[in-house]
């Protein structure tokens, strides 16, 4: 990474928080109880990171930061995941209308896409020309912040657990990769206590239209995944290209052969 903290950081995180709370706000939106002061949010993330150096932070910085924005939230039945499908997650997600994933919480939305560093013995606080990318000697300091996000968002949800993979992409990377971020600090903290339960896991594989398909339901990673939710007790389903997805990338892939049949039969009278 080469850039630094992105320029208007306070002015950003503050406005997207009105933006979120009072903008967006509908019935859908039950899954975040309070109105917060935004305010408030903003400066519990300043005292965690500011003046402080990026290679000495771990997730513990953003104990409070998360206690005061997502601790809140339950996601029942509706809770998402992905893992290599970012775009069309979130599309079919819908912000919270249909699905409900970390970037449609409020916590996520005030620092999604951001990049910022603290600064020691500076006037600022802040490094705007440079953050470092990963620390030698402190590898936690690089997944500090959506490490955490990750980790308090699966506690919160229960019943039906959605997951986005994607089944395209090439030999080195897999559907389900044991170092991603679903797989390190998401499926792991899914809640099994008595009240407070994960039922299933729903596996939504995903296949690029017109690109050689890696793997499918029931194949390589797959199976690793399925093995890993089976031993934490929860039930597992997978299905490939749920038609509600592949209308999603149809919709952006509109000429691809693999999307005519797809469009007849959508024009069909
Ligand atoms: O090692 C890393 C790293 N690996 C991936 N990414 C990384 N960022 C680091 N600083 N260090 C970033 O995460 C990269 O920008 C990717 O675009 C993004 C997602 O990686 P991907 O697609 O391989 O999937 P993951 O399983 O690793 O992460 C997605 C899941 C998803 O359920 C979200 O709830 O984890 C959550 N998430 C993780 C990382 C970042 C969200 C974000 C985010 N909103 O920026």
Redesign the pocket.
Known sequence: RTNGTTCGLKEIIIGRCYQYQYTNRGPYFNYQTNTKDCTELYEAFERAVRYKPFCEINMSTYEEYFKLTLKDIKPIDRGM??????MIAHIYSNNGHNYI???DTLA?VML?QLTWCGKANDSIGFDYVNCPGACEENPWS??AF?GL??KT?AESVTGEVHVVLNGSRDATDLAF?TD????K??LPNFRRDQQFNVIRVNVLLLHSPDIPIREKCGEKSLLILEDLVRQRGFDYTCEDDPDALLMIMCGNEYNARECQVARRILRQE
Not at 81 to 86: E, H, K, Y
């Open positions: 995941f992905w893992s290599g499908t970012n994933t970390l970037e996520a999604n690089d997944v959506w996000a990750s968002f990769r991603s971020f679903f797989a600090f998401e």
